[in-house]
């Protein structure tokens, strides 16, 4: 094995170092061999290669719940029907050892018994660490790691998260999710990078480096998977895999730019939205994946469809009458992989599709193309087989101190009055609310289980929140009462009894565990369970400061005003508990930044990039807190903004910069803003965008001069004629409280 492993480290340097031509030609060399793969398949191999099913299928559990596979049934898959692809874990994670074994038994009969010899691309949900993966990193879900507002923090992390998967033995990742965080009421908006398009364009390109790496052959990365593309995000009615209606302008202007950098950064597969865009079910759109990724963005890669969601153009959608016209529909708008996953429909119908003439065989060459492709580009032509030497590292000391320094960013802190946190470690706290002793609620969904809500079966030596408080003060000097869960009372009468001996009540709310549909709520508001204990323990008149576990902002304007301190720590992974602890108790100063827009009303959501008629009259826009709030244990003060002209031609760059000063007395980070507002537009413009961010780390009374550039691109928007352009005219910029004005002529 450690020679294999010196070989492909080799192969990648040379790679690596070699000029255009040359890489050039190592591309063509690659798709000859496609080209010559082709020409020997028959139509059955090439669907079978475009066919993946779930692990679930050809295994079973034997008395012992012990997962095994049942050698015929795979016979059956990999031989039969030629499939050229598995996901998912049958039910909950597995041993580095348990994957090596299921990823060599399913290679060893694809390279070792079938005709073709081409090896299986394996795809798992390693969203936030390879959480499929017994003793895995996991990081903090991507709406957390939107609030560190720093990109190496990401881009470490998803290389951390690729190592490890592929330390498994899966060369593939189905994430980012690259979807717009804009509708809060949808279940997988922790998912995603929140609601700005800026900061989800530059997270998502940090994760695909991050897990693609600069060569992709490099065999502790993985495949990224953009998804879900186009338009998933923001359904209409805020419920999973349900309609939306979304204007060409918004759609290109907010949803596409993450999407199109992602595929500029080289990422190799894209997963198609569940839902539909202005009624068209987006696995049957062919302008969207046709027309606009493989066409206008040039994508080389595979589209994977999403779970089962081809059989839905006919069972659920109902533009497809018969299963075998919904075959013919996603292959034909650009479909070129279905996540079928429970049965051999697909490559059958599409065979039959390809034989009687309804999909040409040109099109079916395409798609294998397109799949043999990423699957060269893997390495895993040379090497399908586990890496067993990368067990070695697999969850290793750095990268816990990588995951510590991410879940640290992370905390935001949204509310600090009079100066409540830090506390004393003197203090004697109650520690209360149902998120304080749970490591699945810390986690959230993709997590050992699909839910992610199986807390037997988290860690032991992790700590929640409640243990590490009470490390880090003696637990003599906590309380625990859980008080309430998030629908009922359990013991909420011992917890305010508590209160009245302890110096202050550190209250965890938030949220259940979950992920997808099941995720589905229809009312953004905080449980009344939890509001109700809220406003009793804050009867007690002890400080209350509540850390809110969430991946949605839940609605909790009621409360907020009794609350001494806030902090959200979003779903903040595995060392959650310990940076919440270090935050409360003042050794972590937090700096994480909202990537959302927290609202006070459960209706009208509005994101902090709203129309100027919301400023207008009575309308009026208002939130609880905004997108890019975030407070400090310091202070940093904004100075001298400055541009390095007034007046712009339109192909300049505009240079600006800001003096920003640590003026407290601990050491702070700060994640330094720069905003653009477009004064006049032939659209209404927002009032306000973000277009760069840098996360500076200042010591007290340290000044630093944060410097950026813009230009037109930054400027530009979708006009009348729905095409991108800039205009000239005046434009703000902001940088904290400072402000400047220039043109472009
Ligand atoms: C989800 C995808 C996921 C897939 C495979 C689907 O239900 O929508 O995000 O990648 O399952 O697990």
Redesign the pocket.
Known sequence: MKKILAFSILAITIILTLPVNAQDSSRDDVESKITQLLSEMTIEEKVGQMTQITLGMPTRKDKDGVLEFEMDSLRIALLDYHVGSI??TAGVAHSLEKWHEIITTIQDVSLKESRMKIPVIYGI?AIHGAGYTLGATLFPQSIAMAATRNLELMEKGAEITAYETRASGIPWN?NP?LGMGREPLWPRHWETFGEDVYLTTQMGAAYVRGQQGGNIGDPTRVAA?L??YLGYSIPTSGRDRTPALIPERTLREILLPPFQKGIEEGCLTV?VN?GEINGIPTHSDSYVLNDILKGELNFQGFVVS??ADIRRLHSRDRVADSPKEAVRMAVMAGVDMS?VPTDFSFPILLAELVKDGDVPESRIDDAVRRILRVKFKLGLFENPYPNKSLSENFASEESNSANYKAASEVITLLENEDNTLPLSKNAKVLVTGPSANKLSLLNGGWTITWQGNVERLYPQDELTILEAVQEKIGKENVTYVEGVDFEKDINSADAIKAAENVDAVILCLGEPTYC?TPGNIDNLGMSESQINFALEIAKTGKPVILVLVEGRPRVISKIVPHMEAIIMAYLPGMKGGEVISDVLFGDTNPSGKLPFTYPNGVNGYTTYDYKPVLNHRDIGFSAQWEFGHGLSYTTFNYSNLSLDKGEYLMDDTIQISVDVKNTGTVNGKESVELYVTDLFGSVSRPVKQLKRFEKIELKPGELKTVQFEIDKNDLSFFGRENKRITESGEFIVALGDQKANFFIK
Do not use: G, I
Request: hydrophobic share 45%; aromatic share 14%.
């Open positions: 996901l998912n949900d189905f999710v998977c998804k879900h997963m569940s999403d779970w996540m997808e």
